[in-house]
């Protein structure tokens, strides 16, 4: 019995490195089209994207036929890279930091999510399981930042997870309607309310 191996055809390594450039191309596109969604909202022009991106308009399209395609790529692109903190290792960063982070790429991921009606127009129901999906995934993940910065002491233990979610859902709201609107400011000082105060020095007796 012959033990050579059949190397892999030229034509097998041309189609895997296809793939692996379409998909390296497709997460720059993703990432350029979520800093421009943040920037200057989702109907930022494609043209837009494609400066950010490096990438020709035409491959946009062929990636993403329409608007409601890209804004939903985004919206699970960004859902992904939030969900995924929960897998990482523990940051250099205290707790606290951490959790500062991670709210504010929530805050920017809100922006996209708040631009998913228009995006979807009359398909609520695509809307409302992308909505239920979203809570579904990153509410344990803002738990567990939540614990763990109260578990260093860090921050207040007396805060839920989902009533945090929700303010800091509210804060964003502002962007849409007030140009000169600073959710990160507000949200700032929403995490400066959560900080422990420092412990007070230890003190020696009059020992005289």
């Known amino acids: 019995m012959s ?8 034509a097998g390594r041309a189609r895997r490195d296809k793939r692996a450039d379409v998909r390296r191309n497709e997460q720059k ?21 494609a400066a950010e991106s490096g990438l020709g308009m035409g491959t946009i399209y062929r990636h993403f036929p329409t608007r409601a395609d890209l804004v939903v790529a985004v919206f699970r692109h960004q859902l992904d890279a939030l969900a995924a903190v929960a897998d990482l290792p523990p ?40 909505h239920a999906e979203f809570v579904e995934r990153l509410l344990p993940v803002l738990d567990q930042l939540l614990k763990a910065s109260a578990a260093a002491g860090r921050t207040r233990a007396d805060v839920r997870a989902y009533d945090f979610m929700l303010a800091i859902g509210n804060l964003c709201i502002g962007v849409e309607t007030f140009p000169d609107y600073q ?16 412990p007070e020095p230890a003190t020696g007796g009059d020992l005289t």
């Open 3 to 10: 033990t050579d191996e059949t190397p892999p055809s030229r």
């Open 29 to 49: 596109l993703l990432d350029a089209a979520a800093a421009v969604f943040v920037r200057s909202g989702i109907d930022a022009p494609v043209r837009e994207i």
């Open 91 to 130: 940051a250099a960063d205290t707790p606290d930091e951490v959790l500062r982070l991670w709210v504010h790429r929530f805050a920017d991921f809100l922006v996209t999510k708040h631009g998913l009606a228009e995006a979807l127009h009359s398909d609520q129901a695509g809307f409302e399981a992308l």
């Open 183 to 198: 959710a990160r400011r507000m949200i700032d000082l929403l995490l400066a309310g959560l900080l422990q105060p420092a």
